[in-house]
């Protein structure tokens, strides 16, 4: 390679600087005397120092803190980019930067997955206009709107429902025998139909068609708001699931669920939380709950239970059975869920009581059952479940990660809202923490990737050992004995929202040692089962709602996701109600869901009695198996 | 005619009397010496000089107070028998005779209206074991069952609720793997299935399958509870519809209906009559009403609007359209009908507004679609709704009765149970009253047949004039002037067990008028619209709960029914529950009661300018046009 001479032009500051090809952007920069914010230290992780490559050659080492809009946008990380040729550098004002940043953790605009064709679409609206009654024609209303649309549209045979035909009376008559009609002309439980009639509107009320795509945590709640005529997503909200407060696992809210009517009231509080999130999407867009008409549901199969009040009893006892893993479609008002009381509730199919429809959904909005390449999915939600395979087969399991990358079960945890951390480093020298949050407000706890990179940072750092204990020996007041054992301060009070101390304890450690431990258990095991290694594993997606927030870098680090080239690492957000979402775009993609369920085979963890072992090898940070890990290893020997 | 001479020989008495035949049997006791109990004077009203022929010819002028079975059995009234031939006769104690007549008040045995075949209900029970799951077999709840089903009796896409997916996984535990399925297999609207899961209940439980065929009447409601097993009606019961105080006619309660919550205020009014009687008739089989799996249900359109919560708004305007005349069925929850919730609720057809389901129903099985004889049908409720035709042709119409029939909206009127004055004769001379009371109580009130006869009987012997003006010129002190205007007591109150002397006012009179003028206007129209008079009509069937009570002879003294051989009328009962019974028995009734409504001309009165005339010239006694009544006129003539 010859190392040629190129020429750098930084604006809006208007310095000019020449250096050899190859040299670092953020260096340039220094030369050139033109300011750029770095402030962690030049490691690719804060993502402060961003500028934008305006013309030239460079070649970008790492983007984990852009998303590829930034880089088709230019944006380039100074600490991480190479120079190749004569560039031009525009450095965007800090704030500007920041703003950036801060947008990046909204909800990211959702991109219609495939075009949309609302001809497609089972759920329809029509205008139809009806030749009034006279003493001559005494048609009663329900047979005269029949009359009219087997004239007019061939459709015999409509379903109704009481609800419906209640108000279908005074909708004829107050919009003077015109009437919209929003039918569903079919589903994948009915693909000959016959159409269900859901809703009779006086008048013509053809300018919109709601429906709603629906994913169940076990930790959090996601609703997306989808416009069916054009069939983009309108709105997206989350919280947490209202059932936390009986249970943070799957497991404690069976035996809840199985008590008094523990089952009512773990029914009403996801109730509650859905309908708070329906409520919300619905005023986002200045419309009624009730002018949504379906909703697509995704979940692992104990929420989906408890969703439809149905009991989960059974899924925690040997021999781990389901009482249901495909639903019918039923109507709303059935369970109580805030959208039109009519409109139809199709809850995705699940596998088994510990691979649910989340997993389904979340499989076939991967684009894991098109590809070719072996392929592992990973859903890191409370429980961690896990798919391997490709277009001709599939293999999966779960095994119980816990909610502490939900930030639920950790003391200072939180959801990744305003002010939670989100990054953290820790000083090798003097274990201070530095860290980033959400809108860059002061901190009130730490989201999940926060704690995945605290974690990191501390092991790399010599906070804690590879067995994850706390160095109570260091000469820093920020390793302490607290209430409940040794912790460490992340913020001290005078710097956080909460007025006090932000700290990792050592039990938030060891949950999330044994979060991280069950993941990787699992990848070992399902590779294992089909005689594969983790090394044959082309491509790694990982889904669920913080999945796509989780610096790659810091889980490798200390054992959670395989030490794989990051080029070959996906992240693909919350797969799960995007599957959903898919599904009510595509009767097609709501086929494939039910296909990858039937195709998809299932390894019962708990019937598997090397699942302990490989577990038990993964409490180590990184991991027993040092060769597993050689990057994160040779980046240990270098400090 | 030669007049022979024949010998009679009374039992157990003993005494012998030879007499010309053609001598009536009470005139040969009389010369015998042998006691009989001839109340009413012999006019065969009183049904109380009812003797056996246990030998010998006799014919029987009247059977009007005799049941079939009675006469099957040798009764005959001895006032109305004429000897033919030697005759033993068996006069019984009279002792006996009463308990008889208390009997016949009871709901009498219905008998099977056509062999029953159970192979031909579509509501089926399955005992069925599945294989337990086990770690190789983690099939979920409802597959394992499905597949079962599969295998076994080839059902494929069996529809479950979730209510009953609710209690899937319980009962299959309880039932250690055995578990009894209650299906039914097809419907009037899904012919060819698919199936429906309507319960699963743990173990074998084959022994029973019961389902119900409800009347709603304005004023009465008739649950007849069935086992579907041996297709038996197990228990009848009846009660005033707890919607009169709301409103005594279909109008005021659809004024009602249409302000406020009065929707739902009525309609849990009737849920609350019926759930009483479903109730009760379950404790009389001691049954849970959980057992009752499927409702037929008859009734006029405003009851049917009401009891499924529609609003019936438009059946009073004009052009006087109903929401709905055939309802989908849907399951007994969705209202509350305290069946098993997840029971099959089907309401039968009606034609308009004004010509229900009870009528549907009640042509059906009133026999008048089988006959090619000229039929009139008549259900005699709160609304006079009839039929015209035979098994070729059907004209209908309705006219409003209103309730005074059924004893309510009378100051005095009750229904006819315990205590109910139910005959009464009113002495031409003194003016006074004597009567029959159900069950031989003190009097309580006066029900429909008591009624009709308290009427006629004031007619024919002078109390009111043809115009029904009571006429307080008359030397007793049981015409007087009351409260409300004139009245005539008919009870006083040392007879009766409210304390108070029992009276009919001159507005119950009109009442009573306008009833049966309203019955009888129709009828002329009916007959008139397809050019046809009274005299062409060959028979006269009379439906209605009460209807099977009526003294014929009564009711044409008073004009409410056409002058004709009582031979060619015939008393059915309650038509409409019975068609309910039968919808229930056979599909093949249910398809027919579809047919009968689609086949059915109506004719609506109110826009028939000719029903007013038709209706004043009904309001005299027995009739403005003397002319069709030439019976009851010789009666006036002859006294």
Known sequence: MVIS?????????????EVPSGTLLSDAAAQAGAELNIPCGGQGRCGRCAVVIEAGEVRRRSTAQLSPEDVEAGY???????????????????????????????????????????????????????????????????????????????????????????????????????????IELYGWDRPEGPPRLIDVLPGERLESLWAVAIDIGTTTNHVWLVDLIGGEVMAQKADYNGQIARGAEVIPRIIY????????????????????????????RSISTDEIYKAVVA???????????????????????????????????EIGLGINPEGSVDCLPGVASYVGADITSGVVSSGMCDTGELTLFVDIGTNGEMALGDCTWLISCACSAGPAFEGAGVANGMRA????????????????????????????????????????????????????????????????????????????????????????TAVDIDNLMRAKAAIYAGFSILARSVGLTMGDIGQLLIGGAFGQYINVEKATQIGMLPDMPYEHIHFLGNTSVRGAYMSLLSQEVRRQVVDAGQMMTYLELSADNTFFDE???????????????????????GR
Request: net charge negative.
């Open 76 to 182: 380039a990380l100074a600490c991480q980019t190479l120079i190749e040729g004569d560039v031009v550098v525009f450095i965007p004002p800090q704030e500007r930067i920041e703003r950036r940043l801060k947008e990046s953790k909204r909800a990211a605009q959702v991109e219609l997955p495939f075009p949309y064709d609302l001809h497609d679409q089972p759920l329809r609206k029509y205008a139809i206009t009806l030749e009034p009654p006279s003493l001559q024609d005494q048609t009663d209303d329900w047979s005269r709107l029949r009359r009219e649309l087997s004239r007019r549209h061939g459709m015999e045979e409509v379903q109704v429902s009481l609800p419906v035909l209640r108000k279908l009376g005074s909708a004829l008559r107050e919009g003077e025998w015109t009437v919209t009609l929003v």
């Open 417 to 504: 809202t305003a002010g939670a951390i989100e990054e953290v480093w820790v000083n090798s020298e003097t274990y201070d923490a530095t860290y980033r949050v959400i809108y860059d407000e002061k901190p009130k706890g730490i989201c999940g990737s926060g704690l995945i990179s605290l974690l990191a940072e501390m092991f790399i750092a010599g906070v804690i050992d590879k067995s994850g204990n706390i160095n109570l020996g260091l000469a820093t007041p920020r390793v302490r004995k607290g209430e409940h054992g040794p912790e460490y301060v992340v913020a001290l009070a005078d710097e956080t929202a909460i007025g006090e101390d932000i700290v990792v």
């Open 5 to 17: 001479v190129v020429s750098v032009h930084f604006k809006p500051g208007g310095q000019r600087v």
């Open 257 to 284: 669920a199985s008590k008094g009517n523990g089952l009512e009231e773990l029914q009403g509080l996801v109730m509650e939380t859905l309908n708070r999130l329906l409520e919300q999407a619905a005023q986002e």
């Open 299 to 333: 979940g692992n199969s104990t929420m989906i239970h408890l969703f439809a009040g149905i009991p989960p009893e059974s899924i925690r006892l040997m021999p781990f059975i389901t009482a249901v893993n495909q639903l019918p479609p039923f109507p709303a008002r």
């Open 615 to 637: 577990f038990n090898a993964a409490m180590f940070l990184p991991h027993t198996d040092e060769s597993q890990f050689p990057t994160v290893m040779a980046l240990l020997e």
